[in-house]
């Protein structure tokens, strides 16, 4: 079965969007620029199911964007790159255990593309150095292991604090923007959320949508950052609401988060 996006892209985006399944679980995305004929793509985690994208729509693959190290998200760059020619662009800060980078940015830095640029933003916690992919004129964010659809990535290098000002920064952000997430773990995401907040009724209809969207095989991811806002409680530690469901009513927005990340954990 042949799975497709959930829904279209918002007519302004200069850039068009392809979420390719690759793995059990992860999700890498391939951008294209009609009017330049370049495509890049968010993270490298399997080669044929994203040499077959390519090969479906005649695109060449003329850069690579680097999230964070792990395996699940680098392992394809060597055999996409020796047969695509494409470039390597990756975090400054994590290049040690990268592969080659052609390209080594920061936080703040720009990546031309296309007709338009991608801005580079440290979203440091589930890993250091782990960087997300902003690209304002289109309205898409990649976030990769960071902020994920209804959830975030686990703790393994960076801090409850780190993490929450990354998540702030991205939080941030236009609401109306898409945001690609690495991984699909929405089903498990979505009733840890609810455990939280029974009685959000934002989350309960995302709940449903997503039912509807696996019948139909079609995939939920882009999600947009103005659903994860309502119904991804580690965006909403801040709230009343969610401090008091944790028991935490006068605490620090950041550990209020660390409460929500260890009991996901426990989950």
């Given at each position: 079965m042949t799975l497709k996006n959930s829904g279209p892209l918002k007519k302004a985006a200069p850039l068009e969007l392809v979420t390719v399944p690759c793995l059990a679980d992860n999700f890498a995305f391939l951008l294209h620029d009609a009017k330049a004929n370049?495509?890049?793509?968010?993270?490298?985690?399997?080669?044929?199911?994203?040499?077959?994208?390519?090969?479906?729509?005649?695109?060449?693959?003329?850069?690579?964007?680097?999230?964070?190290h792990h395996d699940d998200h680098i392992q394809a760059v060597a055999g996409l790159r020796a047969a695509t020619g494409a470039r390597v662009t990756g975090a400054a800060a994590d290049a040690h255990r990268l592969p080659a980078l052609d390209q080594a940015v920061a936080e703040g830095d720009r990546i031309a593309f296309g007709g338009e640029e991608a801005e580079v933003i440290d979203v440091s916690g589930h890993t250091l150095g782990h960087?997300?992919?902003?690209?304002?004129?289109?309205?898409?964010?990649?976030t990769a292991d960071s902020l994920m659809a209804a959830g975030c990535g686990r703790l393994f290098e960076g801090s409850p604090e780190t993490m929450w000002q990354s998540l702030s920064k991205l939080a941030a952000l236009p609401p109306d923007i898409l945001v690609g997430s690495g991984h699909d773990y929405l089903d498990g995401n979505l009733r840890f959320a609810l455990a939280l907040e029974p009685q959000n009724s934002a989350l309960i209809s995302r709940i449903e949508a997503l039912a509807g969207l696996r019948r139909e095989g079609r995939l939920p991811m882009p999600s947009t950052l103005s659903e994860e806002l309502a119904t991804n409680p580690f965006l909403r530690a801040h709230l009343p609401q969610l401090k008091q469901a944790v028991g935490l009513p006068d605490a620090s927005d950041a550990a209020v988060f660390a409460e929500i990340r260890a009991r996901k954990d426990r989950f």
């Open positions: 370049q495509t890049a793509l968010i993270d490298a985690p399997e080669a044929a199911p994203i040499l077959a994208a390519l090969k479906a729509r005649g695109w060449g693959l003329d850069l690579i964007l680097l999230t964070h960087i997300a992919f902003y690209f304002p004129a289109s309205g898409m964010v990649f």
